[in-house]
């Protein structure tokens, strides 16, 4: 049964291939952040080796940081990718209970 959400009395209802959507949007926004972290580690690296690989102040931090989103962007791009497989299997499982 779809989950209702009342918004100034108003009933709407959303289904599993909504939140499929939802999910798949995140899961895809959260690939695309996945790409720009890299290029921005994989730039990180060409300046320090431009710069003779020397202990540049500030990169050791830089790095850090782009090390914590790397890793939430990965965090967060499973748990999406767990979320949109486990709202498709739930429509697929909707369709077929509905052609039965």
């Not at 989950?3 to 100034?8: G, K, W």
């Not at 999910?23 to 926004?29: G, R, T």
């Not at 102040?57 to 914590?68: A, C, N, R, S, T």
Request: glycine letters at 4%; hydrophobic letters at 35%.
């Amino acid at each position: 049964m779809p989950t209702q959400i009342n918004s100034n009395n108003t009933p709407k209802t959303y289904n599993a291939g909504d939140l499929v959507d939802a999910y798949s949007l995140a899961e895809c926004d959260m690939q695309w952040m996945s790409v720009a972290i890299t290029d921005i580690k994989k730039r990180l690296k060409e300046i320090k080796r431009e710069l003779g690989n020397k202990g540049v102040i500030g990169f050791y931090d830089l790095e850090h940081v782009v090390d914590m989103y790397q890793y939430i962007a990965e965090n967060r791009l499973s748990h999406y990718s767990d979320e949109t497989e486990a709202y498709q299997v739930e429509l697929e499982a909707n369709k077929k209970a509905v052609t039965l």
